[in-house]
């Protein structure tokens, strides 16, 4: 009877694992980071991202997904509305590259193969390990290798589906835990230059389309 129930279990599980649908596409869009140096807007694109995606769609209202996506984050005081920030006059550059693996949840139903041009609003979280150059303003702006950073993401979006391709608009920002993007916080130094909110972290934004295309055999949600 146990080694009954063992073959049961094996071709139940390879049976489900290759009824999955699978996503594999791109992002393309822009970025755009809020710290202690810059505009304080948080969706408001100014240097070009882009990267890949792979989701397991589990079921018609979830999907498992990963993502990495590659950009340079840059402030500049002058495009800040606050009057202190333009004259203070600092920016700064930062190159970005990220990893997320998380949750895509969606609102109602998404299901290509019933539904002619299915469409829905999502919401994605997880966490994100991103690496960015590990810059100062101590004395003067230096760079110091490369940092490995966390984030939390938050990610809203609308996708349709156009038979075994699907496109979605989505933005999404990223609630790091490091304020040093813009090099105003750099970890182990005595930092003497009072730069912004030293209590608050940095965020960085994504807003864009992905386009990704379905393979695999058409899944079975029975089971979960």
Not at 205 to 210: A, D, E, L, Q
Request: hydrophobic letters at 40%; aromatic letters at 14%.
């Amino acid at each position: 009877m146990k080694y009954l129930t063992i073959v049961l279990i094996a071709i139940f599980w390879n049976f489900e694992v290759q009824g999955q649908t699978y996503e594999i596409g791109a992002f393309i869009g822009g970025s755009n980071v809020v710290s202690d140096i810059g505009s304080t807007n948080y969706i408001a694109p100014n240097k070009p991202a882009f990267g890949a995606i792979l989701k397991w769609n589990r079921s018609s209202r979830h999907s498992f997904r990963f993502t990495a996506l590659f950009t340079e984050l840059e402030g500049n005081d002058v495009d800040s509305h606050e009057a202190r920030r333009q004259s203070r006059g600092l920016s700064f550059t930062n190159s970005l590259q990220e990893v997320s693996l998380g949750l895509e949840y969606t609102f109602w139903e998404f299901d290509m193969f019933k539904d002619r041009n299915a469409n829905a609003p999502y919401l994605y979280s997880g966490i994100t390990a991103f690496n960015h150059e590990n810059i100062s303003r101590v004395s003067g702006v230096t760079q110091d290798g490369n940092a490995l950073d966390f984030a939390i993401p938050i990610v809203l979006g609308y996708k349709v589906a156009f038979n075994s391709m699907v496109i979605a608009l989505e933005g999404g920002a990223r609630y790091t835990f490091t304020d040093n993007l813009d090099g105003s916080a750099p970890a182990g130094e005595d930092n003497t230059i009072s730069i912004g909110n030293r209590n608050n972290n940095d965020w960085y934004v994504f807003t864009g389309v992905t386009v990704s295309f379905t393979f695999g055999r058409r899944p079975c949600f029975c089971a979960f």
